[in-house]
């Protein structure tokens, strides 16, 4: 059972080291985490029991956990964590796990904007500028200051900065709320294997939550000549690359459902329609749309989206995404999500081909 020393415990060590909190900021924080109101005597007190053991350092008015502190907590939060603050464990949880990822995660945050989910009790925000600046994250330090912020889920654009063209191809597969699991994994299956026909060499990789991701990145090239956009009950769009891709989506979508009857869409906008189908989403692939990158940690769910081989995906359970799990693969195999630009002309052939065949495609 959590007791108001672990709630203390808590506030402290999602801190960066060193930073002192006051008795005020940690009388409210363990209020709020243990559901009763403490008394600032009461909060005065139990601090000072953890001074006397060693856990925690004082300072003037201030307060901050010692290293003793940091090492009898990271024992103790698996002992109570079902009963400590959910989104203050992800961060602290976060902060332990990206400084040993952060070498492959940077790669895929380098050059390009990202967003990032900051997270709060209760409370999750998608931030995407500082200011009037869309966010940039070039290296470790520029990570864990995001850390300290509470920002753990990490989603860089499909484009680099300045770039009227996107560099990765990026099938997001999610699952609706009716879809049994071993009919996920069927779909995933299944794409993965049609993409491997066309040379496409895919990887794959798990959301983080209920989905599936396989991402290529082709070698330079133009817009095919013949392309038009496909129509969309949307309205216009442009040709451009952005809207190739999302066809190119739509393609794929066609082709496995010729194999997988009725359990593939890629209708966005009717959420309820699609509750027993996994959609195959081509919204992403826009001028500033982003995407978790592989590593990121789930805001909601706590768990990594980690990169997966197609031989795992059967035997894959979400719990093998924990991030102390995916940090000692990591310290064992290195990074598992090397793009290798990929020839795409029989794939873009025959996708050209059925718009031809069949203009508007299937109707959004």
Same mark, same amino acid.
């Given at each position: ?128 500028k500082v200011g ?65 026909? +066309? ?31 496909l129509e969309l009950?949307?309205?216009?769009r442009e040709r ?10 739509? +393609? ?102 059925? +718009? ?9």
């Amino acid at each position: 059972m959590a007791e108001p020393r672990d709630h203390v415990l808590m506030t402290l060590a999602i801190k960066p080291r060193g930073k002192l909190v006051d008795l005020e900021h940690i009388r409210e924080k363990v209020s709020r985490d243990a559901g009763r109101e403490f008394s600032g005597e009461e909060v005065g007190k139990l601090l000072e029991e953890l001074v006397e053991e060693g856990l925690v350092g004082r300072e003037g008015e201030g307060y901050a956990l010692t290293e003793r502190g940091r090492e009898h907590f990271e024992r103790r939060w698996r002992e109570v964590r079902e009963e400590l603050n959910q989104d203050y464990l992800k961060v602290y949880r976060a902060k332990k796990y990206y400084p040993v990822v952060a070498p492959a995660l940077l790669e895929f945050c380098r050059d390009r904007w990202v967003s990032v989910f900051r997270l709060f009790t209760g409370r999750a925000w998608l931030q995407r500028k500082v200011g009037n600046r869309y966010i940039t994250i070039r290296s470790l330090r520029d990570l864990e200051r995001w850390l300290d912020l509470h920002g753990i889920d990490f989603i860089p654009y499909i484009h680099p900065r300045g770039s009227d063209r996107p560099d990765w191809f990026v099938l997001d597969l999610d699952a609706g709320k009716e879809v049994p699991e071993g009919e996920v994994r069927r779909v995933v299956a299944t794409t993965l294997r049609v993409m491997e026909e +066309f040379g496409l060499e895919p990887k794959l990789k798990y959301s983080g939550s209920r989905g599936f991701q396989l991402w290529t990145r082709f070698k330079p090239h133009d817009l095919p000549e013949g392309y038009r956009p496909l129509e969309l009950q949307s309205g216009g769009r442009e040709r451009n690359l952005f809207s190739f891709y999302a066809d190119l989506i739509r +393609f794929l979508e066609y082709r496995v459902s010729l194999k997988l009857p009725g359990l593939t869409t890629c209708d966005v906008a009717h959420k309820e329609r699609r509750r027993g189908k996994v959609l195959f989403d081509p919204s992403v692939m826009k001028p500033m749309g982003d995407v978790r990158a592989p590593y990121s940690m789930h805001h909601r769910t706590g768990l990594i989206s980690m990169p997966l081989e197609g031989k795992e995906l059967g035997s894959f359970r979400p719990e093998q995404a924990d991030p102390e799990r995916v940090a000692e693969r990591y310290r064992e195999r290195g990074k598992e999500f090397e793009l290798r630009p990929v020839e795409g002309e029989e794939f873009f052939g025959e996708a050209l081909e059925w +718009f031809r065949e069949s203009p508007g495609g299937r109707k959004e």
